[in-house]
């Protein structure tokens, strides 16, 4: 800053001065002037000046001091405030059917620079005013539409406008059963829902059907329980739709169960998949990916037939290969996690038929899904 003042009954004075803000809240100012006190009189370096200057909110603190020759220092503190309003500023909010743009009657909170709880009126406008600078959040609601949360920055020297559109909500429902993974027989249990809304409902315990009805749409988290703390809950994401019936069914497997992959039956020494395993193969994969929490052992049987060949030099081989066979294809072909599932061979030491004859033996010749626990 530079000053040159003259003065039609004294001699003229330059001023200089300078000030650094090394944080907005804190300066430091340095100076010099030549008058109009006589340099000469008191000496150059009474020309200097120094001072600080503290900026908290509306408060202000500034210190000066000014060396006066022979008359010694001079010492200037001035506090300042700043007192204004609480706030110019408004907002002029107008609440609308997001479908036809016509006006809602809505209720209104804000929170932010401003604290609020209301309603509009039938036209959906509202003022709100005296809001100083800052952000302003604004909660909208009403029956039959989806809430909405919005923020704004208030400017705090004019008044600004927002239009609200509320969606109104449309329904959708959700059906299907609860059963046993193993036997597919229904046993009812519960069904909790969470999402747009939530609540829950029982499943009927004889047809193990349940109907969530008249729901709002959107994405919704569904678990499913059994009648017992037997069964492993089940969880699923799904989405409801405006007018359709969405269907979901849960199969549930019980601790320490042990599954039969009914017709994976293999070839007498033999260890390959045939393609007309891939349905039981299927059960087992959704099955696995139905409940992520679970581990399984894969455990590989023979009938009592001995084998001694370069591959299976024993049924202990056949039978390990046969669970490994499994746990191949349910790892490559859908994407199951291998640390969730071990495969061991037991030969022929646990039928569960009569070897007695070809059509036990083929039984015998089986895998089993046992579930081992819950990471």
Known sequence: MLDVIVQMDNTASLHVGAEYLPVPEFAVRLGYRTGPQDLGTLGALSGLTAGLGVHVGPLSLDYAITPYGKLGMAHRIGLGAALSPRGSGSVRLKVVDGSSMLPLAADVAATGVSSYKGRTGTTGELRLTRLPAGDLVIYTSRTD??????????????????????????????????????????????????????GSTQADSSLGSYVLRSLPVGQYKLTASGPSDDYVAQTCTLKVDPGRITNRDFYLVKRRQTIVLQGVNFETGKADLLPEFDSVLTRAGEILRANPGITVELAGHTDPREISTSQFPSNWELSQARAEAVRQYLVVKWG??????????????????????????????????RITGQQ
């Open 145 to 198: 539409y989806l809430p909405r949360v919005d923020s704004m920055y208030i400017v705090g020297d004019h008044e600004q406008t927002a239009v609200i559109a509320l969606s109104p909500l449309t329904y959708g429902a959700v059906t299907g059963i609860v059963a046993d993974a193993a036997t597919r027989k229904p046993i009812g249990g519960s069904v909790v829902y969470q999402g747009t809304v939530q």
């Open 336 to 369: 199951i996690a291998p640390e969730r599932l071990t495969a061991h061979g037991y030969a022929d030491t646990q039928p569960i038929a009569p070897n007695n004859t070809a059509e036990g033996m083929a039984k015998n010749r089986r895998t089993e899904f």
